[in-house]
């Protein structure tokens, strides 16, 4: 491994850093960090120049199959801590109201929040961090017990949007404003629109929003007068048929598939209900889009573990019969499974 | 229609006469100009003696201008004679001054004081009738419903906004952005003062819809003496001089004195009132009566929703004391170990359960540590954790042996539960933490029927320690279990309670999460630190509940780092991903 060396500026340091995270050694990775801050590199560059940019490729070494979860975690882990001392170190002062920065229900990563909670730290907001999978009810008795100039709200997986709008709505019932951020509102923030918040692509962009509580107010009204057609409650009241039946499916057609051992099978349950997590989502928000994206990730990450794109083709192909009579959701399976049929061509080449 | 239809409409004013008083009028005033072939023609009556249509048409509520093609009104109806006195036969409706009455397009007007309406009909042989109708009622009528619709429109925002931050802070500020711009220009809200100092809240309207909201704090003696009163219940009267004193006050940005309207109103509280609000606009519109009582219905809502905010507060203060004592305390630092912890109430918006972890640091550099799990949720489980953390805290200065300890809290609980009538119990681990020269642990630990730990070898296995024992708290002198585990640097071992195990949640939401799960989750994280472990287990298991309600979740995971604190790198032999299905989870 290589001796962090004190580099002067962050990409300059990037390689070792990552060198760090690889061995997973928490100080050596503390002391890139603190190098460039004795270097005078400012805090905010540190958190978004070293670790924002380090934390992007361990997930995608994770999406590669290059790391195990296992790896991932302990690679988080650290960069949490890097965090932590990079705060420590920075030191500041508050001088602004308070801002409550949290992850959606259900959601666990806390990193780029955390990112988010630091800028504001630094920028003088009293930052309070709920961290990862903040229960709704947990938030909002938060808010009633200490009032907050604004909230701020995380959400990586864009199949969490139904509940991140419950949490949204739960904060504008409390009469706190909220900016959302994170790759589940869309690279665009184009889901945040459609739920009616406001939307913070950056962690800088984040704190000026922040700082203009007028703008954070002046947000247009959700658009979900599409859930009038009932599609997305009956998709949701019909998961775990759903799942059963594409299991079922895929036992008849895979033979492979009826020797799962225990966790296999769970894998496989899980992934099943990801897919139809992922499709109400986007029948939540009424854009099929979402739907072919998350397709167009999860054929990347099976082919990296050797999985062909047929195989989910396999299991849209089955939920696109089972829900024939649902127009929205079948036309954003057709969608899917045109991203499948993409890939299993490329893959033929 | 008929003139009984008509008379059904008549608005009750006396302004349409009576058949009996206008029936010579109207014949002497257009007796030969009435040609009954001039009228549509109308299906005949059947049997009936033939109506004089006429005297029919007179008694519309329209009033009829007939005019032949030169213009020249021929006919003025008695309705119309008195809507529109100017109009004359045998002169040109031009010059009788009624602009309205020009190019033949319907119209509605204002007449001597009276909302008019008038529409043309053409006529046979190039003649026209003017239809005029006095709309003065109906038109107030529905300016009136209008207005009684914006004020319960305004009123049940008011009571969907207000009715929900418990913030006593935040719901001011609700209270005063609320009344811009339904009720002012520049709302102000002074809350009752404590301690002498009295907080305010001011909305003030901006160009676009978002009012800009700041907010003060002002020594009680300097409040205006109409604000002063106020407070007391009183709402002054006299309107004049309280515009005054806020403009000298400051208080009314962008108002003058001299053309503003203002009101103030208080809040009503618990006994006296919580604060007083005060409303200013331009005097272009002045607060009438109508205003007046939307403004009251408004100050109680905001009244009752600080009431209930401030109540909330006061409530709250306690509760987040009692919970703050109640919350499992970090473990505390020890030479060697690496701790982590995760919990997770069942009640997210309580944050206190039955579960409980923690450590204490003996006098020999070795740590107490402990998880466990009392009967029952909430509240009681949770008030029942803290006499159990505290026994623990006392004893573990008089028995270091787990075992030992274990008994002597046993004995302890027993006789408080027995003394409150409780009947609660607790399973629990509780181990003594030693560590070694060479970077590792010795765990001695003792069981009281709870679930066994599991360690993560540094080999990558996943054991399951064998720790049997009885319930604690239930019967005098249990049998308890006992094991000593030996930690090589890097390794852990991880205490869960039964909400990770039992979670409920897979395909169906009912099929419990089970150790056999909690041992796949684990293995392959044996270089993990010890928080991303325990957090990892938080995790796995809430991902298999899926959002569904679940039990308390504790986890508390010990790994050996050596004195330094930091665990050996080259222990951390990294497994090649199992396969592509285990490895397929969506958490990246």
Avoid at chain 1, 3 to 9: E, I
Avoid at chain 2, 127 to 148: I, N
Wanted: hydrophobic content about 45%; overall charge negative; proline content about 6%.
């Amino acid at each position: 491994m290589s001796a962090p060396t004190a580099a002067a500026d962050p990409t300059d340091a990037y390689r070792g850093y990552l060198d760090c995270l690889t061995d997973a050694d928490e100080y050596a990775a503390i002391d890139v960090a603190l190098a460039l801050l004795d270097a005078g590199v400012p805090a905010e560059r540190v958190l978004l120049d070293l670790v924002a940019p380090a934390q992007a490729e361990v997930g995608e070494r994770w999406a590669r199959n290059e790391w195990s979860v296992a790896q991932e975690h302990a690679a988080t882990h650290i960069s949490e801590r890097v965090v932590a001392a990079v705060a420590a170190h920075a030191n500041t002062r508050p001088t602004g109201g308070r801002v409550v920065v949290a992850c959606m229900d259900g959601e666990w990563h806390a990193l780029p929040p955390r990112l988010v909670a630091e800028v504001l730290r630094l920028r003088g907001w009293q930052v309070t961090f709920l961290g990862a999978s903040v229960p709704a009810a947990h938030l909002v008795s938060y808010l009633h017990r200490h009032d907050a100039h604004a909230v701020a709200l995380a959400c990586a997986l864009p199949m969490r949007l139904p509940h991140a709008h419950r949490m949204i709505e739960a904060c504008r019932r409390s009469d706190v404003p909220v900016v959302v951020g994170g790759r589940g509102f869309g690279t665009d923030g184009r889901w945040a629109a459609k739920l009616g918040a406001a939307w913070a692509p950056s962690a800088p962009a984040a704190a000026e929003l922040v700082a203009d509580e007028r703008a954070l107010r002046r947000v247009a009204p959700a658009q979900l007068s599409h859930l009038a057609d009932d599609e997305y409650a009956s998709l949701i009241r019909r998961r775990g048929e759903l799942i059963d039946s594409a299991l079922a499916d895929l036992r008849e057609r895979v033979p492979a598939a009826r020797d799962y051992t225990v966790a296999q099978l769970d894998a496989t349950v899980s992934d099943l209900g990801h897919i139809v997590d992922f499709l109400a989502a986007a029948l939540y928000v009424d854009d099929p889009s979402l739907f072919a994206e998350f397709v167009e990730w999860l054929v990347g990450i099976l082919s990296s573990r050797g999985v062909p794109a047929a195989a989910a083709d396999l299991t849209l192909e089955h939920y696109a019969g089972v829900l024939r009579d649902f127009p929205r959701a079948a036309y954003a399976l057709a969608l899917g499974r045109a991203e499948t049929s993409a890939a299993g061509s490329r893959a033929a080449r | 229609m008929t003139a009984s239809d008509v008379r059904g409409f008549d608005p009750g004013d006396g302004r349409i006469s009576t058949p009996s008083t206008t029936r010579a009028l109207a014949r002497s005033a257009d007796a030969s100009l009435r040609p009954a072939a001039a009228l549509p023609p109308l299906a005949p009556d059947r049997g009936g003696a033939e109506p004089d249509w006429s005297e029919v048409v007179e008694h519309f509520r329209e009033g009829l201008v007939v005019c032949d093609a030169a213009g020249v009104v021929r006919h003025v109806s008695p309705v119309a004679e008195r809507l529109l006195p100017e109009v004359v036969p045998g002169e040109l409706l031009t010059a009788a001054g009624v602009p309205a009455l020009g190019d033949g397009s319907p119209v509605t007007f204002t007449h001597r004081g009276r909302q008019l309406t008038a529409r043309q009909v053409p006529l046979s042989g190039a003649r026209c009738c003017w239809y005029v109708e006095d709309v003065t009622e109906s038109a107030s009528r529905a300016d009136a419903l209008l207005a009684e619709r914006a004020r319960s429109a305004f009123l049940a925002v008011v009571g969907d906004k207000l009715g929900n931050p418990l913030h006593p802070d935040r719901a001011a500020a609700a209270v005063v952005r609320l009344a811009v711009p339904s009720l002012a220009e520049v709302a102000v809200l002074v809350l009752a003062p404590r301690a002498g100092r009295a907080r305010w809240w001011r909305a003030s309207r901006c160009d676009d819809e978002t009012p800009l909201v700041d907010s003060g704090v002002l020594p009680g003696v300097d409040l205006p003496a109409a604000i002063a009163d106020g407070l007391t219940g009183v709402e002054p009267h006299a309107v004049d001089w309280l515009v005054e004193q806020a403009v000298d006050a400051g208080w009314l940005p962008g108002l003058s004195g001299a053309e503003s309207a203002a009101r103030v109103v208080p809040l009503p509280g618990r006994d006296a009132p919580v604060g007083v609000l005060l409303v200013a606009r331009r005097n272009t519109r002045w607060y009438d009566e109508d205003d007046v009582q939307l403004i009251r219905a408004f100050a109680a809502r905001a009244g009752a929703a600080l009431t209930t905010a401030l109540l909330y507060r006061d409530q709250a203060e306690v509760a987040d004391t009692l919970q703050a004592s109640l919350l499992p305390v970090e473990p505390v630092e020890a030479a060697g170990v690496e701790w982590g912890t995760a919990y997770r109430p069942a009640q997210a918006g309580l944050r206190i359960g039955g579960d409980f972890y923690g450590s204490h640091r003996l006098a020999d550099g070795g740590s107490v540590f402990f998880l466990g799990d009392v009967s029952g949720k909430g509240v009681e489980a949770a008030v029942f954790t803290g006499q159990l953390r505290q026994c623990l805290q006392a004893l573990h200065r008089l028995e270091s042996h787990p075992g030992r300890l274990l008994r002597l809290l046993n004995d302890a609980l027993l006789e408080t539960t027995q003394a409150h009538g409780q009947g609660r119990f607790a399973t629990m681990v509780l181990g003594v933490a030693r560590p070694h020269r060479d970077g590792g642990l010795t765990l001695t630990m003792a069981g009281g029927g709870h679930l066994p730990p599991l360690v993560l070898r540094a080999s990558g296995e996943v054991e399951s320690v064998s720790l049997r024992g009885m319930l604690i708290g239930v019967v005098p002198d249990p049998r308890v279990g006992e094991v000593t585990v030996r930690l090589a640097p890097g390794e852990t071992c991880l205490l869960y309670s039964d909400g990770v195990t039992e979670a409920r949640g897979g395909r169906r939401g009912d099929e419990q999460f089970g150790p056999e799960r909690l041992v796949t989750a684990v293995t392959g994280c044996q270089r993990m630190p010890a928080p991303a472990l325990a957090e990892r287990v938080e995790q796995v298991t809430c991902d298999w509940l899926g959002h569904g309600d679940h039990d308390d979740i504790a986890v508390l995971a010990l790994r050996a780092v050596g004195p330094s604190g930091r665990a050996p790198r080259h222990l951390h032999s990294v497994p090649e991903p199992v396969g592509a299905e285990q490895q397929r989870e969506t958490d990246a």
